[in-house]
């Protein structure tokens, strides 16, 4: 049973129907599996919590996206009823795909343990939902030509910005990164494990694709690979963002294909500075790359106090360079010298991630090693004791934290499993979550800062916000399900 608790990040891939259940869409409010959202019809703290995700999810479809072509708001006022004219990023866009992901699984998990009422009422619209996530994610979608490490070809992307009509977005240079596709890569992944949806796999090897291309795999004066992913394509310092998050989605697919031989073509730069080829199995390759770029990470942006900093960084000239080889032009390595700061929760938990499933298909114990560690350091350097509420923990939720400190969270509920120390880690998100929702949910939504309320003179709140929230709830349903056993 344990094996449960590991299936949002660990994927088997294996395929499902995702037929069962109403297919139909609606936003149901605050009528739920049995038309009752109160704490008592939900006594368990695994069913109110996934009907609590359920609640702020369905919410904040209503109030961030308009329209059939979901174009998403990036901001809400809960309090005068209006959404903001800008929309939402590709990034923004994708944490609503993610949430919907987390309640599937959580819907998947409690079924598979007999409560059939909650799946039966839910599975079904949410999966639609979802594929009309994915249909209209071609808003951000776009073509452009990339001259890499060790070619130069065509690639149809996803952009920054949201277009007008669909696959039209301005994606080259800077207005793609290459995180923006990890984090679409991991979600692809998780659909496919949920739906059996050939598009969502086809789709997330297609931007491993890309972002492995992304890969410097120019060699130092030792004849070693550099190494690491530079933000984008239109930047050269090399973040932990564009990084971290991809090891646990090459694990993935490494275990995708563990039992066939299916081939892949591996590009690189041999010792005599030439640009090569070479058939590779796709799980051999996907589990190489995983450690390499964990081993990237680690060696360079590793701090003392045992979180991660932000980029690799110290150019002394930061525009992106080219090289001819044979004939053929490709982009050059741009010397970086130094780590650069601030720390944020979503590195760390990313990389902490990456670890566990680094450690649980290759059992190395130096990944074990690792996500102890990075458990309990992560916690000590982003968790403060409140100095107003006794027995709660504070977290940064200034910026983008709020969805940082998400991914700190998923990365330990993934760790429990083989270190059990991260339990009462993972206590703090329900209790601070709890709290925000019995003080101050207002209009179905919840406030950036769930410990202080709502800010009297801002109401805005971020729409990525609100499905991180409902993600939380949801993988804390899936978690309180199996943790026991």
């Known amino acids: 049973m344990k094996s449960l608790i590991l299936l949002y990040l660990s ?13 139909s869409w609606e936003n149901q409010g605050p009528a739920g599996d049995d038309g009752n959202m109160t704490d008592t019809a939900n006594a368990d703290i695994s069913g109110r919590n996934l009907m609590r995700a359920i609640e702020i999810a369905d919410e904040a479809v209503a109030r961030y996206f308009s329209g059939d072509d979901m174009a998403m708001a990036r901001f809400y006022n809960p309090y005068t009823d209006v959404r903001s004219e800008e929309k939402g ?19 998947e998990t409690q079924q598979a343990q007999g409560q059939h009422a909650r799946y039966d009422a839910h599975f079904g619209r949410y999966c639609n939902l979802l594929h009309r996530l994915y249909d209209n994610l071609a808003y951000y979608q776009g073509t452009f030509e990339l001259t890499s490490f060790t070619q130069t070809r065509e690639w149809s ?83 932990a963002c564009s990084n971290g998050p991809f090891i646990s989605s090459l694990v993935w697919l490494h275990e995708r294909y ?41 060696k360079h942006l590793l701090r003392n106090d045992g979180v991660y900093d932000d980029f690799l960084g110290g150019c002394r000239n930061c525009e992106i360079t080219y090289e001819i080889n044979n004939g053929v032009r490709y982009r050059a390595n741009t010397p970086l010298t130094d780590r650069v700061g601030p720390p944020y929760s979503y590195n760390t938990g990313a990389i ?11 059992q190395k114990a130096t990944y074990l090693d690792d996500l102890k560690s990075l458990s309990d350091n992560s916690f000590w350097h982003f968790a403060k004791m409140s100095e107003t509420l006794p027995g709660y923990y504070v977290y ?18 993934a760790a429990y499993p083989f270190y059990d120390q991260v339990g009462p880690y ?60």
């Open 11 to 23: 994927l088997t891939l294996a395929s499902v129907t995702c037929s069962d259940g109403p297919s």
């Open 89 to 107: 990023s590709v990034w923004m866009y994708t944490a609503a795909i993610e949430a919907v992901n987390a309640i599937l699984h959580a819907l």
């Open 157 to 239: 992307v996803y952009g920054v910005h949201r277009s007008s009509s669909k696959g039209t977005a301005n994606v080259a240079g800077i207005e793609n990164v290459y995180d923006d596709q990890q984090w679409l890569v991991r979600e692809l992944l998780h659909s496919y494990q949920l739906t059996g949806e050939p598009r969502y796999l086809e789709q997330a090897e297609y931007l491993t694709s890309y972002v492995l291309d992304g890969w410097d795999c120019t060699r130092d004066e030792s004849g070693e690979e550099h190494g690491g992913i530079p933000w984008g394509p239109g930047y050269t310092t090399k973040h």
């Open 258 to 298: 563990a039992d066939n031989n299916e081939e892949i073509t591996h590009r690189y730069i041999g010792t005599n500075g030439n640009r090569e080829t070479k058939a590779m199995k796709k799980s051999d390759y996907y589990l190489q790359f995983a450690e390499a770029v964990y081993a990237w990470q680690k």
């Open 352 to 362: 902490l991630s990456g670890a566990v499933d680094l450690y649980r298909v290759t």
């Open 396 to 413: 940064d939720v200034s910026g983008f934290n709020n969805w940082f400190n998400g991914v700190l969270m998923r990365a330990y509920v």
């Open 426 to 485: 993972i206590n703090t998100y329900q209790q601070n979550l709890d709290y925000g929702y019995d003080n101050f949910l207002h209009n179905g939504l919840l406030p950036p800062d769930l410990l202080q309320g709502w800010n009297e003179d801002n109401h805005n709140v971020e729409g990525m916000f609100e499905f991180a929230f409902a993600a939380e709830y949801a993988l804390l349903a899936g978690y309180e399900s199996t943790k026991e056993n």
